[in-house]
C-alpha cells in the first residue's frame, strides 16, 4: 500500500515521505493513528505543505531537546541499587533505568534506546554515560551508581570476608556464604537502630546480638 507519512516515524519515515508498506502495517499501526494516510491523488498535493511544516517542526524539538540535554548534564544523576562485597551490584544499572531516572528528572519522555554504555555497568562508581537525544542532539551524563542503604550493609559484608567470619580462603564468597553475611549484617543494623550494641566475639569481630528472650525461653525449656 502507497502511503503519505504524515509525521516523523523513526528511524526509517519523515513526514512527506511517499512510501510502499504492508497493508497489515498501514491499516493496524499507521493510519488509526494518524501517522500516515493513503496516497490519493488529493493527498499528494499537500506533500510539500508536509515536508515544509515537519521540518519547521524538527528544528522546535531540537531546540528543546538542547535544553533538556543541558539541564541533565549540569548535575551528576544517582541511580541507588543493591550492592555486595567489592562494590558489585546485584545485576547491572541498565538503559531502562537511566531513561526512567532521566525522565523523572527533566519531566521529558528519554528514550532509553538512545542510552549506550560503553561496557556494563555492574558496580557502584561514577560513569559518564553518552545519550542520543533527538536528530542532531547529543550529550552525555555523569551517572552515580550508589548503594540504597548508604553502603552499610556491603561495608558490613565486606568486613565479615575480610574478619574471616566467613570465607573460602580466596577472598570470594558463595551464594551460601553470601546470605549468610547478609544475614549477619542485617542483625547488626537492625541491632544498632534499636541502641543495641553488638557484642563482640572472641576474635575481636563484632556479633550479632543474642536474642536474650529466646535464651530466656531456652533455659525455662531446660529447667522443665
Known sequence: MKIIFLQDVPPNARAGDIKDVKNGYARNFLLPRGLATMATVGELKRVESLRRDAEVRRVKEAEEWREVAEKLAEE???ILVRSGPRGRLYGSVTNTMLAEKLTEISRVQVDRRGIRFDAPV????????????FEGVDGQVELHVLSQDG?????????????G??????????????????????ELREARERGEEPEESEDGTE????????DDGK?????D
Open 207 to 214: 556479633a550479632a546480638p543474642k536474642n536474650t528472650q529466646e
Open 151 to 163: 553502603g552499610a550493609e556491603a561495608a558490613a559484608m565486606e568486613a565479615a570476608l575480610e574478619d
Open 76 to 78: 551528576p544523576v544517582e
Open 165 to 186: 567470619i566467613i570465607s573460602d580462603g580466596a577472598g570470594q564468597m558463595s551464594l551460601l556464604e553470601e546470605f549468610e553475611a547478609r544475614r549477619i549484617a542485617r
Open 219 to 223: 533455659a525455662e525449656s531446660a529447667k
Open 122 to 133: 555492574r558496580a557502584l562508581g561514577e560513569y559518564t554515560v553518552p545519550i542520543h537525544y
